[in-house]
């Protein structure tokens, strides 16, 4: 299984920008999908998550401005960001829990590439 993230680039503070995640392979099902950010010098945090059933879950730094959605049936999670700020910037991972077609079925965590923001002027 491979996810492949994109919609990454430099924004101007106050702009918007759309990532995508796309997952691809031997793929039985996905249970939640997160977006995940790291910026330098500080640690990995969560900042959405979407369960299979369509329930989302966002830390305070980001609630309002950031709205995430999934299409199953393109396995694909999307991570909408309004009003960003300078402190948006980070390098955003995203995270998918598969459950692949081998038998038995096993539930593995992926992580996608990471595709780099910059909110600057």
């Known amino acids: 299984v491979q996810l492949q993230a994109s919609g990454g680039g430099l924004v101007q503070p106050g702009g918007s920008l759309r990532l995508s995640c796309a997952a691809s392979?031997?793929?039985?099902?996905?249970?939640?999908m997160g977006w995940y950010r790291q910026a330098p010098g500080k640690q990995r945090e969560l900042v959405a998550v979407?369960?299979?059933?369509?329930?989302?879950n966002y830390p305070d730094s980001v609630k309002g401005r950031f709205t995430t959605s999934r299409d199953n049936a393109k396995n694909t999670v999307y991570l909408q960001m309004k009003s960003l700020k300078p402190e948006d910037t980070a390098v955003y991972y995203c995270?998918?829990?598969?459950?692949?077609?081998?038998?038995?079925?096993?539930?593995?965590?992926?992580w996608g590439q990471g595709t780099l923001v910059t909110v600057s002027s």
């Open positions: 995270n998918m829990e598969v459950v692949g077609t081998a038998i038995p079925r096993v539930l593995y965590s992926y």
């Open positions: 979407i369960t299979r059933g369509g329930s989302t």
């Open positions: 392979g031997s793929i039985f099902s996905i249970n939640d």
